[in-house]
Structures are given as C-alpha cells and as structure tokens.
C-alpha cells in the first residue's frame, strides 16, 4: 500500500533558517522549489548543480556584488531530495545576523517565508514520507529521552507504516472471503474462519495502539503533584526524587506557599514534578491562595503522590480531605518518615473511589525506599504501555487507531450475533479508510494540521 506520489500542488519557492537562532558554529539556511536553483545563482558565486549532493565552498553577496561571507552550499535536484523538489542548503558562519541577511536576500529575488513543517509537508505531498514517519520527524525534534528518540526513529524507519499495511492486507483479504461467501449459492460455504480473522486483527491493531500510546508518553510525559497536609514531607519527597535540594525544607507548617516545579526523567519518561502548598483549614490569605493551586494542580495532573506523616495517626480531616480528590485520579499514598519511630495508626484501605490505591512506605530524608516510589510511579504510569517498543504518534493517530479497534469489536459482536456478512463487511471498511488516514493516503485535512502544525519554521 504505498504512498502515492507527484502530489505536489505548491508552485512557489520557500526559504527559512533551519538552525536555531543565535550564535554558533555554523546557520543553515534551506530553500526548495522549482526556482531554488535561479534563485540562490543570484546570491552565490558559484553551484555545482552538474554535481547535486557536491557541498562546495563559494561566496554570498548581496545585490551590489558585495561579498557578505564564505560558505558551503549543496544543491539538491529533484525528485532525490528531501522534500521532492530541487532543494538549496546555504551553510553561513553562525551568527543570526548573516544569516537572516541571506534569508532576506533570497526572499528578495523570488522565495517566500516558509510555514512551520512546510518542508517535512512537501515532502509527504510528494510520496517521499507518510504521515507517521513525519510524526517520526517530529518525534525525533521534540525527544527529551533516548528511550523517545528510539520510538521516533521506529516510525522514521517505516515500523508503524509496515505494521498498519500488514492489517489493511489482512482485512482486505478477509473482506475477499466475505464478498465470496455472500456471492456463493445458498447451502454452499467456504472453509474460512471469520471469528478467528476478526481476533487476529483485534490482536494486532491492540498492540499497536499500546506501541503508540508508549510513544505518545515518552514525547509528552506526565505531570506528576506532590501533595498531601503540611509537615508530612512533601518537599523533602521533592528532593529526594530529584536527588538535589530544590525545594526548601523546614519545620514550620505552610513553607511552601507557591508550586514549585522541576522536571526529571523517570525511567526515560518525562515528568514535570510539582510541589504544592500542604493543604488544610486556614485563616490565611496567602496560605488559602497557595492551597488553592494546589487543589488546580491536582485537578490537571497526571498522578499525585499524597505524602503522609507516618509517625502520626491518620485523622478522619485528612481521610476527608482525600475523598475530596477527584475520583478519576491516579494516587499513590507515600507513608513518609519511615526512619523514625512509628506509634500511629496508618491504617488507610478506606473506603474512596479511586483509580489507582498503592502505598508505599519511604524515608525523604535516608532515601529509604525512594527507588521502590520511582519504580511504582514508573509501573503505574505506563500501565500496559511497553516503553522499549513504542512508536511515535500524534493525540489524532492514537485516536484514530481507537476507532479502528472499537469498529472490530462491533464486527465481533454482529459476527457473535450474526447479524450479516454484508454489516461486518462495512465496519471493516470504514477500518481500512482509519488506516489509509493515519498514513495520511486518504487525505484528513484536521490530521494533516494537526502534525505539521507543530513543526518548527525550517523543517
């Protein structure tokens, strides 16, 4: 099932700087389009475009002739570049200054500003990528873990779009059977078994969904609160699991007045770590104020982890305190203080509707099971997800393969029910288009925004 190709609908010649701004060794400035080639001749001294892939040494200037720097320069011809079309990569020394010059230079002779992705775009329009491995792209930008760049480089390499081309030939062929079995005459059948095709593509698009959702994790990570009442350690946790001092610890109830927020990698999973205000009763503005974000923090995070003092009875105003939680929360109970002498009663299976109902005894201050909290916090948050074999995907791709499997449960259930061939046969249908958007060969304008809009100006 391939990508077709020759779809480029753009005439126009674009231009951006592709390095970040400010200074550095070396400012790339890239250009693609029909024009490229006549363009840049206007700005360089010379291109080997006899030679395309050749980088060579040569020299800009402006309009007067005025030599501005030396640089390299490497022309692409089209179709053998990266976005299809005749391409021109202008390396200047780094600095913004230049670079921008030449970036004005080209937009004055012919070229245009390019939007953001635009060149990762042309490339899709013109058969050279699909739409997960743009997502692959991205991924591999925006990764802030080794464990993330691997799942990138997955979809990069084509595993997604090899995976998702697998099942669209199984459901055709299961589509083939069921198109033969209606066509046979009455009393005749054919030795196939529907059931067992509809759990094997279950089967397979259930895996993929986890792959995806472990990618999507490692990209966007989780917001992780600490929170519970004051004195019971929070900020204490908060610097044991960052294993640095980030947050000032004292015995004064109400310290930490403000969130405070660092981010760390869990076992290769972002996570934006946040410490709030210890929450209770209180006559003070600007105590009441710092209780109030926490509550907001709570209400948007991933996670909490509600530190309790275990050297002290868990009260009924705490316990109250909690059911007050939203029930959607995932939480881990933190006995804290595990290194000094424990007379309380932690007794704390009560009766709440939660999600997630762990706990876990640490000391802060020893460290003391503190790598036994990350392990639980890692198990928690990926659920069924395998990290080691995630695949990149955007939030619309991820949803659209949920569709997909919801659409074969109700193929299973009318097969269970036997309803008809002919209903199975449209819910595998509209299976298949599912499939043809996610690699973007049936055109889904709100995905195709959704993925290139998040790209920066230059790819």
Same mark, same amino acid.
């Given at each position: 099932? #391939? ?23 070396? +400012?790339?400035? %890239? ?14 001294? %010379? ?14 200037? &402006? ?35 230049? #670079? ?22 042309? +490339? ?9 491995? +743009?997502? @692959? ?16 480089? %997955? ?20 589509? @083939? ?5 209606? &066509? ?26 986890? %792959? ?34 980030? #947050? ?26 946040? &410490? ?25 995070? &991933? ?44 007794? !704390? ?10 706990? !876990?005894?640490?000391? +802060? ?17 990926? @659920? ?26 109700? #193929? ?7 309803? @008809? ?19 973007? !060969? ?18």
């Amino acid at each position: 099932m #391939a990508q077709s190709s020759n779809l480029n609908l753009n005439s126009d010649t674009i231009a951006a700087i592709s390095t970040s701004y400010g200074a550095s060794g070396i +400012a790339i400035i %890239r250009m693609s389009g029909s024009q490229s080639l006549n363009i840049a001749q206007k700005i360089l001294n %010379r291109i080997d475009h006899e030679n395309p892939g050749k980088l060579i040494l040569t020299s800009l200037h &402006d309009e007067n002739k005025n030599i501005l720097d030396k640089v390299l320069t490497v022309y692409f011809a089209s179709p053998k570049s990266y976005t299809g079309e005749d391409m021109i990569e202008i390396h200047t020394h780094g600095g913004i200054l230049i #670079a921008r010059i030449c970036l004005e230079l080209l937009i004055k002779f012919g070229a245009r500003i390019a939007e953001p992705g635009e060149f990762t775009k042309r +490339a899709f329009l013109n058969g050279h990528i699909d739409l997960s491995q +743009a997502e @692959g792209v991205l991924g591999i930008i925006q990764s802030k873990s080794i464990e993330a760049v691997k799942a990138s480089a %997955r979809n990069l390499t084509g595993e997604l779009t090899r995976e998702i081309n697998n099942i669209h030939e199984e459901i055709l062929n299961l589509q @083939g059977n069921i198109e033969l079995e209606l &066509d046979f005459p009455e009393g005749e059948k054919l030795n196939f078994n529907l059931g067992a095709g509809l759990e094997n593509i279950k089967s397979k698009l259930q895996n993929i969904y986890n %792959r995806c959702s472990a990618g999507n994790l490692l990209n966007s990570g989780v917001k992780i609160v600490i929170a519970g009442k004051p004195n019971a350690g929070k900020s204490s946790l908060m610097n044991a699991l960052l294993n640095k001092k980030r #947050a000032i610890v004292t015995d004064i109830p109400g310290t930490t007045r403000d969130l405070i927020e660092e981010n760390f990698n869990l076992n290769g999973i972002p996570v934006n770590l946040i &410490d709030t205000a210890g929450i209770r009763e209180s006559n003070n503005i600007i105590e009441n104020a710092g209780i109030e974000l926490a509550h907001e923090a709570l209400r948007n995070c &991933d996670l909490c982890l509600w530190v309790i003092d275990s050297t002290q009875d868990f009260k009924q105003d705490e316990i109250n305190l909690i059911e007050n939680i939203s029930s959607d929360l995932k939480i881990i109970f933190v006995l804290n203080k595990s290194d000094l002498k424990r007379d309380a009663n932690i007794n !704390i299976n009560i009766n709440i509707n939660l999600n997630m109902h762990k706990k !876990i005894s640490v000391s +802060a201050m020893t460290g003391d099971g503190i790598n036994d909290l990350k392990n639980l916090m890692s198990e928690i948050i990926t @659920g069924s997800a395998v990290l080691n074999s995630g695949l990149n995907a955007s939030e619309l791709q991820i949803l659209k393969i949920k569709s997909c499997l919801n659409l074969i449960l109700q #193929a299973e259930d009318a097969f269970k029910s036997e309803i @008809g061939f002919d209903v199975i046969a449209g819910l595998l249908n509209s299976v298949r288009n599912n499939l043809l958007e996610i690699l973007g !060969i049936e055109r889904d304008d709100e995905l195709l925004n959704s993925i290139f809009s998040r790209f920066c100006v230059g790819k």
